[in-house]
């Protein structure tokens, strides 16, 4: 089954494969915008497109365009998102454009997006840019997942909490450049329950029937895994790395089903033999059950096993570079109120973090 899902991101400056094939999947904000927004929005691109296939200044116009969005309650990041997405969907199915003309209308519309957010270098920085080789690079020092929560009031005054997966990570930039993180990614395979995989295995497998709780079964619900890969959002005062400096960058991912910790059903993203490469549709929405591990009085107490064990990969889209933190160096799970994301101080809570966990896990 499908749930209605806010998932918000910000793009790679790249939407282009290894094989020179546009791959818009990954920049698909699944934001919720009203229906007279989206026109807005599409008619926007539309006309940036048609400059695109003229050969005119494309750079130019999109800027022009991005800048004059709507905002209202959705917000500019989650709408410049939602139209870059747009235009890279626009130019892969294209038919009156060459792979070429693609990737350089895309690339400067991703510079138009940088321009939106003017930067004025200081006099030691551009000193500094001088003295500094190009060939040099950018490396995580380090990183502190969040669990993010609030608690809500439902029907009959039943009180649940939703939870938010965040993560700080540190970046280390010794390049003479000041690039924009865009978009973090987890993917990987977690394990499944049996039953919930029953129906959305991957072609030629099947769970046996009648299903016996023996050695087999233990076996089986062992080696079950789904595959899932979700998307976060950057804060926006850390999108851009200062050059030849350190960097403390906020990352949320929403985690829609989270509150309820359901499990969406998507058909072919499981497996029982437990080998992840053959799964090759993901599940965007997963539940927080399956990225947090539960504690000692319902409480969050752990990334699930397969980030440290790095079944689960979490990769920063840093300018025109792919960045995996390596599962040696996440930290400690921290809890915070959800109402601290927008203004938590990320370095402070980074060097020194504190926590405050909620009373359970409803």
Known sequence: MWVVVLLILMVPTSAFSQSNQMDCAPLDPRISISKVTEAKVKASVGTVYKIAQAGGQVERRAKEEIQNLPTGTTGREQLEARWIYLFCEMLRTSKD????????????????????????????????????????????????????????????????????????????????????????????????????????????????????????????????????????????????????????????????????????????????NGNCDIIKKANTQPGIGQLLEMGPNRTMRDLVPEFRNGRLKIRLHVGSEVIEINSKILGELKSVPWKSWSSLALAQMYEVPESDYPPTAE
């Open 97 to 272: 454009m060459s792979q070429a003309q693609k990737s350089k209308a895309f690339d400067a519309v991703i510079r138009a997006t940088k321009q939106t957010i003017p930067q004025t270098p200081s006099p030691q920085s551009k000193e500094q840019e001088k003295a500094v080789p190009r060939d040099s690079n950018i490396s995580v020092v380090g990183a502190l997942p969040l669990h993010l929560w609030d608690t809500k009031t439902g029907p009959e005054s039943v009180k649940f909490t939703q939870r938010r997966l965040g993560i700080i990570v540190k970046l280390r930039n010794n390049t003479n450049s000041s690039p924009r993180i865009n978009v973090a990614v987890i993917e990987g395979c977690v394990n499944l329950d049996l039953i919930a995989a029953k129906n959305i295995l991957i072609e030629g497998e099947k769970v046996p029937d009648p299903l016996i709780m023996d050695d087999n079964y233990a076996q089986l619900q062992r080696s079950t895994i789904q595959r899932i890969r979700v998307s976060g959002l950057i804060r926006q005062d850390s999108r851009d790395v200062p050059s030849l400096s350190m960097a403390y960058v906020g990352i949320l991912f929403p985690l829609p089903a989270g509150q309820s910790g359901a499990i969406i059903l998507e058909p072919k993203s499981a497996s029982i």
